[in-house]
């Protein structure tokens, strides 16, 4: 039987709290999808996900070890960034399609090479960056290629927002630093929306307040575009009583505010003095978690479906691999642009 007309069945590579609340509640919600398999480190971690899929839920320590099945059609990997790399070759080696939670690694080297063992595998991969799922920016993307803006200009993120949560995401090592980890979202939609090649990046940023951790705590970014685009991202987190992400673009004929966490899109014309409000909520929104900070994130029940559409059908998933590296790229220039204190061209940082 074609992979069609049979259940798909599914393991999950890191059953942590992220693992379990943003896939494992969402996959388990899936038609035609069967989690069967996951892995965590913790022990708590694999009773809280039986607890969630059943007791029928085979559990492993090791994530290698959950590879050796040889019932598997895909995995999704939730495991710490440093770990994304070697779980998505390793999968592909055994013929497995791979989602993969973001970034797709924590050099252009290893997504490189993850970009080979997806050629020579033939299998289908796609990186977790669930905002251009979201609704909210999907409509945003339909009206600016439909042209409410007329050409676009200028783009933003203003995100002020609580510390994430501590343990290995307070790890420059392992998380690959703060952009990478918290803003490669934004990143991958400004180059989604700008739909143009990043030129160079300026960025500043520090360590100013949470001084317990080793990652950056604050930044301003500061890309450039072909035909003289510009996105600008504004992070800061320690700003407990925020969580608001407010990102907007705009053109020569109009602009576009959104408002993450009340869902609210504004459209304003230059021709019109009206400002159209829209609200945007989710299908599915009670599979949404809440993260650390008290936000609540969406778009990772319609990421998945698209995954499992493509496995099904061999479509080219919206977040390939040449998608997620362009992420990847522009998050490490800004990065290194803070460590060197100045400019950073993408050719540098393209090879």
């Avoid at 924590?106 to 289908?124: F, H």
């Avoid at 520090?206 to 035909?227: C, M, P, S």
């Amino acid at each position: 039987m074609s992979l069609s007309e049979t259940s798909l069945r599914i393991g999950l590579l890191g059953a942590g709290w992220f693992g379990r609340e943003a896939h494992l509640r969402n996959l388990i919600r899936l038609p035609g999808v069967s989690v069967v398999a996951v892995s965590s480190r913790s022990q708590e971690s694999r009773e809280a996900a039986q607890a969630i899929a059943g007791e029928s839920l085979q559990t492993y320590a090791d994530w290698q070890e959950l590879l050796t099945r040889d019932d598997l059609d895909a995995v999704i990997i939730a495991l710490p960034n440093d770990l994304h790399h070697t779980a998505s070759i390793a999968a592909l080696q055994r013929g497995l399609h791979v989602f993969c939670e973001k970034p797709l690694g924590l050099s252009l080297q290893e997504c490189d090479e993850i970009a080979t063992a997806v050629k020579d595998s033939g299998r289908m991969f796609q990186v977790g960056h669930e905002m251009r799922f979201q609704r909210l920016y999907v409509e945003m993307k339909e009206r600016l290629d439909g042209g409410f803006v007329g050409e676009l200009q200028l783009m933003w993120c203003r995100e002020f927002r609580g510390p994430m949560r501590t343990g290995w995401r307070s790890s420059e090592a392992q998380t690959g630093g703060t952009i990478l980890e918290k803003n490669v979202h934004h990143i991958d939609l400004f180059n989604w929306m700008m739909d143009r090649e990043p030129l160079r990046v300026s960025a500043h940023g520090g360590t100013n307040v949470l001084k317990d951790r080793e990652i950056l705590d604050n930044a301003q970014v500061l890309i450039e575009y072909e035909d003289s685009r510009r996105a600008s991202l504004e992070l800061c987190l320690f700003a407990p009583k925020g969580g608001e992400c407010e990102i907007g673009v705009c053109g020569d004929k109009g602009r576009i505010d959104t408002r993450n966490q009340a869902l609210e899109m504004i459209c304003q014309s230059f021709e019109s003095e009206e400002r159209e409000l829209h609200h945007l909520a989710d299908e599915g929104d009670g599979a949404n978690f809440v993260d650390s900070s008290g936000r609540i994130d969406r778009g990772i029940y319609p990421q998945l479906q698209h995954f499992f559409e493509c496995v099904r059908t061999g479509a080219t998933p919206m977040n390939d691999v040449t998608s997620a590296r362009r992420a990847v790229a522009v998050c490490l220039a800004a990065q290194e642009s803070i460590r060197r204190k100045e400019t950073v061209w993408m050719e540098e940082m393209r090879g």
